[in-house]
Structure formats: C-alpha cells, structure tokens
C-alpha cells in the first residue's frame, strides 16, 4: 500500500516528500496492508537530502511500530531541475542512493536500473553497475521497469539479478500495450502476452535472484517472546 502524495513538494531542484494528507501508516495497516511502499525523489547532493533522510527513517519507525515491511522506490532526478541525467551520473546517484538510504530501517529497495540502456547498451557494464547496487544495498534490492520495453526489461532484469538483485517490481514493461486496445484486445493480449511475459520473468527471477535469506533468518524464539513483543530495538 502507497502511502506517499504523487509528485513532490518544493523546487525542482530540490524536491521534498510527504505522506499523503489524511493517510498513514497506521491506517494501511488497519486496512489490511501486509507492506508500504514509499516513493521519494532523492539526490545525495540536493539541499534537501537530509530531510528525505529524515522522512525514509521516520515512516520507517512507523512500519516497525505497526509490523509492516518497507519497500523503499528513490527517484534520481537531476540537480540542475528537468534536465536529463546522463548515463553516468545516473550510475553515480543510483548507487549512492543505496548506500545511504537502505541503512535508514527499510525491508526491500525498489531500485532503477542504474544506466541509461539506451545509450550504454554493453551487458557486461550493466551487470558491474547492478553489482555496485548489490554493494552499496544492505536490503534486498528488486529492480522496477519504469516505461522500457519488455524485451530491455528482460534483458536488464536478467543482468540485475546475475549481479545480486533478489528480485522485480514490473507493470508497464509486460501490459503497456494493451492501454490502447479494445476490451475483447486488450483482454486477448493480458492473457496471451502479457501472462507468459510475467511467468516467464517469475521464473527467471527464481533461477537467478539473490535469496531473501541471505538478509533475513528467523532466530531462536523464547518461550515468553510475547514478554518484549513490541519494544522498539
């Protein structure tokens, strides 16, 4: 369950996060929500870094009170406001964005992929910039789809999880056609396309990913656990 307004607050350059007015935590937990997801829009450098530091740790303190996962999904935006990032920099933030939010009390990083494809096209440069998320990362990451096409996605998931991704969070890259169809189409391609499409990453995902055990292992459970159930740690 999304708990965050769309879009951002203050200045292009300097974007800022909030939780949607007159929803929480709380109330998605009361709702049935096994997981939030938070979306903030993120540069290490932005005058503003501190206070979405600030905003992760604290819906984070909130998932915890509540027994929630946290999926944490920073966006990496340019400093100099609607410019585009180049492939590069777009490495540099993605990254480094690892490296200093998922110490904040988050579950699960939902990550770009951290190239602009389209530009650096070498598998091989794909997979040693997935691999430095899987450094910096110390949650599970899972990688999103944003507005690719499946066969990039594919092949982007693919070099994702070869480098330590556990995993995917995908829409538009497997039914991104059927917007447009009719409802007799648009119901031919979910189950023909878009179906296998998603099995077929599932699988792969299986085979490939990094297991979610390596991060997290239940430990030994004492009789009177329910004594200190709830204290914060």
Not at 37 to 42: E, F, N, Q
Not at 52 to 64: K, L, M, R, T
Not at 184 to 203: C, G, Q
């Amino acid at each position: 369950m999304a708990v965050e307004s769309t879009g951002y607050c203050g200045e292009p350059t300097a974007r800022q996060s909030q939780v949607l007015p007159g929803w929480s935590v709380e109330q998605a937990k009361r709702m049935g929500a096994s997981m939030v997801k938070l979306l903030v829009y993120y540069h290490p450098e932005a005058r503003t870094s501190a206070g979405v530091e600030a905003f992760v740790s604290q819906v984070a303190a909130d998932c915890q009170k509540y027994d929630l996962a946290l999926m944490l999904e920073p966006l990496a935006y340019s400093p100099q406001g609607n410019g585009k990032l180049s492939s590069g920099e777009k490495r540099s933030i993605v990254v480094e964005t690892a490296r200093r939010l998922t110490p904040l009390g988050i579950d699960v990083l939902k990550a770009e992929f951290p190239l602009d494809s389209s530009v650096d096209q070498d598998e091989g440069t794909w997979k040693q910039a997935c691999a430095e998320i899987s450094s910096a990362s110390c949650v599970p990451w899972i990688l999103l789809s944003a507005t690719v096409d499946y066969e990039i996605y594919q092949r982007q998931m693919e070099a994702a999880c070869r480098a330590g991704a556990s995993g995917i969070a995908v829409g538009r890259a497997v039914w991104q056609e059927a917007v447009g169809a009719d409802s007799r189409e648009r119901t031919s391609f979910l189950m023909k396309v878009a179906r296998p499409r998603l099995e077929h990453l599932s699988a792969r995902c299986t085979e490939l990913g990094r297991p979610w055990t390596d991060f997290y292992r239940a430990g030994e459970i004492a009789p009177d656990w329910y004594k200190t159930y709830g204290e914060q740690t």
